[in-house]
């Protein structure tokens, strides 16, 4: 089992900045690709950026240029920079983690999400 908290949520007036992190811990080995979805209501779920073990990142077109992924793995935490927030960027976050099983698939497991709130 993996457990995955997020932090760094809250309100921000839009062109400020917030940094999201994720915490994992449990059985953390093998863990693979990890990343950031959000949901708002009224909408489906997007894939915001995910980040491979090897560092190979990811962006949805609605974010490139003000979002940053990245990852330290020796501390298992993976964090999301935003920068320029809109207030179209309201949703909550949700962090993941894919991790190998023994039947060589993955399973995903997901925090328990973190609000970001941009408005003026």
């Known amino acids: 089992q993996v457990q995955l908290v997020e932090s760094g949520g809250g309100l921000v007036q839009p062109g400020g900045s917030l940094r999201l992190s994720c915490a994992a811990s449990?059985?953390?080995?093998?863990?693979?690709?990890m990343g950031w979805y959000r949901q708002a209501p009224g909408k489906q779920r997007e894939l915001v950026a995910s980040?491979?073990?090897?560092?190979?990142?990811n962006y949805a077109d609605s974010v490139k240029g003000r979002f940053t992924i990245s990852r330290d793995n020796a501390k298992n935490m993976v964090y999301l920079q935003m920068n320029s927030l809109k207030p179209e960027d309201t949703a909550g976050y949700y962090c993941?983690?894919?991790?190998?099983?023994?039947?060589?698939?993955?399973?995903?497991?997901w925090g328990q999400g973190t609000q970001v709130t941009v408005s003026s």
């Open positions: 980040i491979a073990s090897s560092g190979t990142t």
């Open positions: 993941y983690a894919d991790k190998f099983r023994n039947s060589g698939y993955k399973r995903r497991y």
């Open positions: 449990g059985s953390i080995f093998s863990i693979d690709d």
